[in-house]
């Protein structure tokens, strides 16, 4: 069974970092290419990165370029993303996402003073 | 940045009746765009991609068409379940984006 379970959300001040974490399992985590997609509370569905099977390509949103960095690690499985600078327009729950098909249940995001 | 418009924001639907939702592209897209399904509190599913290709385990009164920068999302007969915030997004172009969902509620 495809299984992508995220972690590392949390309470954070503003300025400050979070680093998530995303356990796929199920399938073969180096041929898929990962995405990462948040929903503000209330809000619809916002892309935020994305990185290719092989990480030769990278994209982020412009709302998140140059604050977060996205990265996976293919001998564990895992797909991270680095968050930096962060803002109150951050708030959100992510969701990791194997390519377009398979979601996580996401992981809160809180950032506030 | 291509923009998703759907239409229209909120869909009013008795259970067993048809419904149809619409979504627009700012450009072509080709055929690159799915359709996902999301109840409160639960993470999106996915419907469609494609534009017109069931994705796995989805029922056959969930079907997907058009291309370019036009595509309809159609409900054959409304169940109980199908009740919910449903989104087209586009994966043809960076940014990759989501239109603004279309509510199915119950009439």
């Known amino acids: 069974e495809v299984q992508v379970v995220e972690s590392g959300g949390g309470l954070v001040k503003p300025g400050g970092s979070l680093r998530l974490s995303c356990a796929a399992s199920?399938?073969?985590?180096?041929?898929?290419?990962m995405n990462w997609v948040r929903q503000a509370p209330g809000k619809g569905l916002e892309w935020v990165s994305y990185?290719?099977?092989?990480?030769?390509?990278?994209s982020y949103a412009d709302s998140v370029k140059g604050r977060f960095t996205i990265s996976r690690d293919d001998a564990n499985n895992s797909l991270y993303l680095q968050m930096s600078g962060l803002r109150a327009e951050d708030t959100a729950v992510y969701y990791c996402?194997?390519?377009?098909?398979?979601w996580g249940q996401g992981t809160l995001v809180t950032v506030s003073s | 940045e291509i923009v998703m418009t759907q239409s229209p924001a909120t869909l009013s639907v008795s259970p067993g009746e048809r419904a149809t939702l619409s979504c627009r592209a700012s450009?072509?897209?080709?055929?690159?765009l799915a359709w996902y399904q999301q109840k409160p509190g639960q993470a999106p599913r996915l419907l469609v991609y494609?534009?017109?290709t069931r994705a796995t385990g989805i029922p056959a009164r969930f079907s997907g068409s058009g291309s370019g920068t036009e595509f309809t999302l159609t409900i054959s007969s409304l169940q109980s379940e199908d009740f919910a915030v449903f989104y087209c997004?586009?994966?043809?172009?960076?940014?990759?984006?989501f239109g603004q969902g279309t509510k199915v509620e119950i009439k």
């Open positions: 996402v194997r390519d377009i098909d398979y």
């Open positions: 199920g399938f073969t985590f180096i041929g898929y290419s």
């Open positions: 990185i290719s099977s092989s990480s030769s390509s990278i």
């Open positions: 450009q072509s897209v080709s055929s690159s």
């Open positions: 494609g534009a017109s």
């Open positions: 997004h586009q994966y043809n172009n960076w940014p990759r984006t």
